[in-house]
């Protein structure tokens, strides 16, 4: 039996994992001073988050349509697979999944839809784990993307939580948290909400608070450090792990620009991480 993968582009898996997993995504929209982009198509994230401060109107974002996901299940039938994964962002937070769902009804019995309830490289590192599973069948996937999701740790330290308040992606207690006296939130998303686990005065009492994060839960089986538009302190993240690290890491470290579609929500400057524990 051959399974397909389907995924959306909020899962920030890098093109030469698509490539060698034979994966499907599905890109959401941008909306940028009316003009429509299909995410990763006629705008780069570098040029996004160069663009994000001048921008006129604060950019907005859409789910891809039932027809965009129904030509995804479609051509992979065609191709020879029996059976279709659909892993996809958090229903908590956007439409994308039950989009999907919809899609999958002219398909009866042939498509699983699955809420990896998170974002960028938590969902990403589910599909991967669903993707070198797919040999072994449906249930084999699934039962690895459920053991990728219950070891699943992301955070991230904001620069400023405006841009999630203006969205109205969280709760407005957890939206003022980051407007009082210019503090920089910290948050995690946790089955699929975003919640607040603190805030800080600076960038470095931000960044030395992630990395107490991150080393605090053990060792890890895969780890992507993420960032929006801000690769220098990324890369700074980076070289503190590699420095205070006292167990074994992941030898492919992913190190990820996130998708404007999530930086239209979470905005420029900030840095996080995916984590699956060993």
Avoid: W
């Amino acid at each position: 039996m051959k399974l397909g993968i389907v995924t959306d582009s909020t899962s920030d898996i890098p093109r030469y994992l698509i490539e060698q997993y034979e994966l499907e995504v599905v890109p959401s929209i941008l909306i940028l001073d009316g003009k429509e982009y299909a995410d990763g198509i006629g705008i780069s994230r570098e040029e996004f988050y160069r663009k994000l401060h001048s921008l006129k109107t604060q950019p907005t974002t859409a789910a891809p349509s039932i027809g965009d996901f129904s030509a995804r299940y479609e051509s992979l039938l065609t191709r020879g697979c029996d059976q279709i994964l659909s892993i996809h962002a958090t229903g908590a937070l956007t439409s994308i999944l039950d989009i999907a769902r919809q899609a999958s009804n002219d398909f009866p019995d042939r498509i699983t839809c699955v809420d990896s309830t998170s974002l960028s490289l938590g969902l990403g590192f589910q599909v991967i784990a669903a993707a070198e599973a797919a040999e072994m069948g449906l249930q084999a996937a699934l039962a690895e993307v459920e053991s990728t999701r219950n070891r699943l740790h992301v955070s991230a330290a904001l620069d400023t939580m405006e841009n999630l308040r203006r969205s109205g992606r969280v709760p407005g207690a957890v939206a003022m948290l980051g407007s009082l006296l210019h503090l920089k939130p910290l948050i995690e998303l946790t089955n699929g909400e975003v919640k607040a686990i603190g805030a800080v005065r600076t960038t470095k009492q931000a960044n030395d608070r992630m990395l107490n994060f991150l080393l605090e839960g053990g060792p890890l089986e895969r780890l992507a450090i993420l960032h929006t538009g801000a690769e220098p302190r990324a890369k700074e993240f980076l070289n503190e792990l590699m420095l205070k690290v006292s167990q074994s890491v992941p030898r492919d470290i992913l190190m990820v620009n996130v998708t404007p579609v999530i930086g239209t929500h979470v905005g420029p400057n900030g840095l996080g991480f995916a984590a699956v524990r060993k």
